[in-house]
């Protein structure tokens, strides 16, 4: 093999024909001969002695040990680049680069798009990708810098920074209430119709914890004729009359000021207060380092600020 031979430009062209699907499309995409791209993915395949790509006349398909080299290519150009932002940081001392987020889909729209003028103003040359979704994204597979997670972390090897606590409560709409009465108490609720938040489908039972401590919490039955994973859906069905629901306040200021919506009285509470209600993290790839980039810091900094100002409002 050639002394030339160079690892990381013939990952990036690896990572073009995988995303392509093709080398004649990996070689438009490059301004090169498609033998050229070929001879770059062979001299690749010979470097680390195993076959990356299997190919055909028709299609080129990726073997399981490209999907594991694709996971450290993928880095190792993420490492490059973040070496040029962090080289142009020091020389301009600004943060600068390419940061990549997930969020909620109704944190991105009622609370990031709002202050991203502000953003903007203060870190002109941060770039920012938001993914706005309502599942838990693979942070470290899909190359995320940040990512929002509501409720109790799953996966340990993320590092993490609590922003804020979520404390659900039941409401309705006054006309809903005024058909169908007021429930008392959670086991009431098997006789009202309820409209569920939920990522994993269908949800039959709700959890409620005593306000006075004095017994175990309770589940309870629901009748759920919808459930969705859209909280703002949920909130917009409730408002309609079709049912009550558990939401948190902090997404209902304008509904209950203009009497939309009502709070339920109860004596339970619809999170474990032993754990403080659903935490919100703010949470990030593990690194070989615990500091985190600057520009990944200042973006990390924006979001907790942005994320306690609106959580303050509805307090």
Known sequence: MSNNFNELQAAETFLMVVNTGSFAAAAKLKGENPSSISRAIAQLEAHLNIRLLNRTTRQVKITEAGEIYKLYAQRMLESQQEARDAITQLQSGQPHGTVRISLPVIVGEKILAPRLPEFHAKYPDVQLQVDLSNRNAMIVEEGFDIALRVGLLQDSTLRARKVA???????????????????????????????????????????????????????????????????????????????????????????????????????????????????????????????????????????????????????
């Open 165 to 315: 606590t979520i404390w659900r409560k039941l409401y309705a709409a006054p006309a809903y209430l005024e058909k169908h009465g007021v429930p008392q108490t959670p086991a009431d609720l098997v006789h009202h119709q309820c409209i569920a938040f939920s990522q994993r489908g269908d949800q039959k039972e709700w959890e409620f914890w005593p306000k006075n401590g004095a017994q175990p919490s309770q589940k309870h039955r629901v009748i759920s004729w919808l459930t969705c994973s859209s909280p703002m859906m949920v909130v917009r069905a409730i408002q309609s009359g079709l049912g009550l629901g558990r939401s948190a306040d902090w997404m209902l200021q304008g509904a209950l000021a203009r009497g939309e919506l009502v709070e339920i009285p109860s004596d339970w509470y619809c999170d474990n207060p032993a754990t403080g209600g659903l935490p919100m993290y703010l949470v990030f790839p593990p690194g070989l380092s615990s500091q985190l980039s600057l520009k990944t810091r200042v973006v990390a900094d924006f979001l907790e600020q942005i994320v306690r100002t609106e959580f303050k409002k509805a307090d």
